[in-house]
């Protein structure tokens, strides 16, 4: 595909595990496509986005048609996003069962320590906040002598802290990631209502694009815990296309800040290593993109070898180096922000040359030719 060619482009976007909605992500995209550094913004044309089962907007950039849907599951998120006191002690106990006592965080430790950091970051600020307000009240009781009163003070105590502890934890993204494992550890085991529904449904809305032949480019783009959907979605697409004769040539697979070690690494996810087998076996493009900085994706991982898939090849893996697509100043400031970090991959870049989402979806040349 050459530039100056009208190049007709569908693109599929599974956002990561957030409950915010397709709306949210559209606002993202279109104040940020409209300051990154490597869009020539008066060849840019941004359409509105339709409010229809499968949530949608145009893109008419340097001859090049894009259709961008939004493959949204914020419901499903929501509804496994840790809230409550049980909802938080629940999830450590799973975590411990899933991931320590099964083996899989001698995996990631020995893969990505920063994956590490993050798996134990929820559990060490539980510990030393309830830790804390124990002390307090053991302090309490030293002065006023443990009675009924001091069980009254410190039951306050307990809610009050509480309260702040949960507080703290929402803002920070802490249960935010209690959360993010916990689903992982139950998509694994299959133990997810509605998802393979959804994940059917998105395949759906794909094959229709393969089927209608009109795109050069069928690009299917995940960030963060929407890798994991990804690869199932996309292994269901494979199927139906071998099934029905038709041709994957123009699929492309992209991958962003990915986490998919935190399924495939389970012993009990067997389906799920299913479908990133055929996805690994089959001819579709694939890339992997990670940035050592993200605290919550797994950097350069072949997770492909590590899962013990018996595949062909792997995704193609290549870094995403923040340090060159913005300013010391700015990098300086978002080096240590994990949790921004994790984000900043669907944001404006400030230096043109590297990686940049919105070149990447946008611009005319096909995927392969595109250089990051």
């Not at 840019?44 to 259709?67: C, H, R, T």
């Not at 009924?148 to 935010?176: D, E, H, N, P, S």
Request: with cysteine; net charge positive; glycine share 6%.
């Amino acid at each position: 595909m050459k530039r100056g060619v009208e190049v007709n482009r569908d693109v599929f976007y599974i956002a990561g595990f957030d409950p915010r909605s397709p709306k949210y992500y559209y606002s993202i995209f279109k104040n940020n496509i409209n300051k990154t550094s490597r869009i020539e913004q008066d060849k840019l044309n941004l359409g509105k986005l339709e409010n229809v089962k499968v949530p949608k907007f145009k893109i008419d950039y340097k001859g090049a048609q894009i259709n961008y849907s939004f493959l949204a599951w914020n419901d499903i998120v929501a509804q496994h996003f840790c809230k409550r006191f049980f909802d938080v002690f629940g999830a450590l106990f799973l975590f411990f069962i899933g991931y320590t006592i099964s083996g899989v965080t001698y995996m990631v430790a020995k893969y990505s320590r920063t994956q590490l950091i993050a798996g134990y970051y929820p559990t060490i600020f539980m510990f030393l906040s309830y830790f804390i307000i124990g002390l307090i009240c053991y302090a309490i009781g030293y002065f006023i002598e443990f009675s009924w009163l001091w069980v009254v003070i410190c039951l306050g105590v307990v809610l009050l802290g509480t309260r702040i502890v949960f507080y703290i934890g929402q803002k920070a993204g802490i249960f935010w990631l209690l959360s993010i494992y916990r689903f992982c550890y139950k998509y694994a085991k299959g133990e997810i209502d509605k998802i393979d529904e959804r994940n059917e449904s998105f395949a759906n809305a794909i094959m229709q694009s393969v089927k209608d032949g009109k795109a050069d480019e069928i690009m299917v783009v995940a960030h963060s815990v929407g890798t994991i959907l990804a690869i199932s979605t996309m292994a269901k697409v494979i199927k139906k296309c071998k099934a029905q004769g038709l041709s994957t040539a123009n699929l492309k697979l992209v991958l962003i800040g990915g986490c998919v070690p935190l399924t495939s690494f389970q012993k009990c996810g067997d389906k799920f290593k299913q479908e990133l087998e055929i996805v690994a076996n089959s001819d579709i493009t694939w890339l992997d993109l990670s940035s050592k900085i993200d605290g919550a994706c797994f950097f350069m991982l072949d997770y492909v070898k590590r899962s013990g898939v018996q595949a062909k090849r792997s995704p193609k893996l290549i870094s995403v180096r923040f340090f060159k697509i913005y300013d010391k100043k700015t990098y300086k400031n978002i080096r240590y922000k994990w949790y921004q970090v994790h984000f900043l991959y669907l944001r404006a870049t400030q230096i043109s040359g590297g990686y940049d989402y919105f070149y990447m979806v946008a611009d005319p040349l096909n995927l392969e030719n595109k250089t990051f």
